[in-house]
Structure formats: C-alpha cells, structure tokens
T-cell receptor, first 115, second 110 residues
Framework: DAGVIQSPRHEVTEMGQEVTLRCKPI?????LFWYRQTMMRGLELLIY????????DSGMPEDRFSAKMPNASFSTLKIQPSEPRDSAVYFC?????????????FGDGTRLSIL | KNEVEQSPQNLTAQEGEFITINCSYS?????LHWLQQHPGGGIVSLFM???GKKKHGRLIATINIQEKHSSLHITASHPRDSAVYIC????????????FGKGTHLIIQP
C-alpha cells in the first residue's frame, strides 16, 4: 500500500521566493495534518483538515503561510514570501477519523532550506 | 495547551540493555502516541495508547492515565534501535492534532 506521499523531498531556494509543498494522503483517510520540525522547537502542528475542511490553523506561524486541500487526495502548504527562519522539515500525516482514536501515518517529509 | 515532557533527552546504552524512556503530560488526553524517527528522518508510529499496556516484539508501551505518564521500554536492545523516540498526545476535547515532546535520542552501542 502506498503511504503518505510528499513532494519535493528537498527544496533549496532563496528568501523571498514562493515555496509550495505537496502531500497526497493515504487513500480512504479523511484527516490530514501538516507539521513542522526544527531543532529548536521540535515537531509542531501547523494545520489540520477533516474531510478537506481546515479545522485548526492556530499553529500556522503567520500570514505568509497558507494551506489548501482542494480534494481528498491532495493538499498543499504554501509559503510566500519565504524567509530563512522557515527552514525546517515539513511533514504531512494522514489518518482516518472515526469514532475512536486512529494512528497517524507520516510522509517522509520535505526538507526546506531558505537561503 | 498540553505540555509534553520526555526524559531522558539523550541515552547511550550497550547492546542487550533494557531501555526505558519516559513521557509526562499536563492535561488529560484521549490518546498518546509513541513515534520513532530514524537518522534518515522518516517518522513511524510505534504505538497508540489510551490505557493500559501494549507490546510489539521487543517494544512495550505503558500508560498511567491518573499519573499522566507513559513509558516506552525496549528489551534486549540492538544497535538498529538507535533512533529518536518521540512521545505525542492528542488532547481530550476533540482537537485532533498532536502535541509532541522534544524526543529522546537513543544510541545503542554494539
């Protein structure tokens, strides 16, 4: 079975450029999460969607960050304009939201470097 | 907001030793996750607990809801167990996103 697929795996770009990270969740999963991992702060939730609807975006650092989920099989996280402090590993995870707790399945992450 | 604390931050042990990693949290939860992150960076879910104890191979996870504490044990540790182990909680009240501990860097020496 295909897991959560993220692209690109690595991205290096200059500050001020627009960055778009992509995620394809596991088929049948209806919850999708975007996390960011840095050395200083560890893993943090940025935003999550249930049934393609953003539920909690309180972790999105500022207006430069935006996320969309146009359908059940695709989500994007966009940073515009990018800054060096956005350098981090960005993980996407998906799960099935039912009546009980379900494990989250993580993608391999996108390692983002802003110069 | 739930505060998640892990200890120890770093742990180096010899192959074969019994390993314990601890996690405590501040607010009631609906589930606690143990995750493993290898040097390559990928994150794998090891366990999800809401009560009691779970075992998978040489890994055992326990949780005490009253104490707000969980432990991850590794029996007969092996160098391939070297990784970062991360505790994460889903708070009670419906919020689905996870709050993470800072992780425990485990090195098992042959």
């Amino acid at each position: 079975d295909a897991g959560v697929i993220q692209s690109p795996r690595h991205e290096v770009t200059e500050m001020g450029q627009e960055v778009t990270l992509r995620c394809k969740p596991i088929s049948g999963h209806n919850s999708l999460f975007w996390y960011r991992q840095t050395m200083m702060r560890g893993l943090e939730l940025l935003i999550y969607f249930n049934n393609n609807v953003p539920i909690d975006d309180s972790g999105m650092p500022e207006d430069r960050f935006s996320a969309k989920m146009p359908n059940a099989s695709f989500s994007t996280l966009k940073i515009q304009p990018s800054e060096p402090r956005d350098s981090a590993v960005y993980f996407c995870a998906s799960s099935f939201k039912g009546d009980g707790n379900q494990p989250q399945h993580f993608g391999d992450g996108t390692r983002l470097s802003i110069l | 907001k739930n505060e998640v604390e892990q200890s120890p931050q770093n742990l180096t042990a010899q192959e074969g030793e019994f390993i314990t990693i601890n996690c405590s949290y501040s607010v009631g939860i609906s589930a606690l996750h143990w995750l493993q992150q290898h040097p390559g960076g990928g994150i794998v879910s090891l366990f999800m607990l809401s009560s009691g104890k779970k075992k998978h191979g040489r890994l055992i996870a326990t949780i005490n809801i009253q104490e707000k504490h969980s432990s991850l044990h590794i029996t007969a540790s092996h160098p391939r167990d070297s990784a970062v182990y991360i505790c994460a909680v889903r708070s009670r009240g419906g919020a689905d996103g996870l709050t993470f501990g800072k992780g425990t860097h485990l090195i098992i020496q042959p």
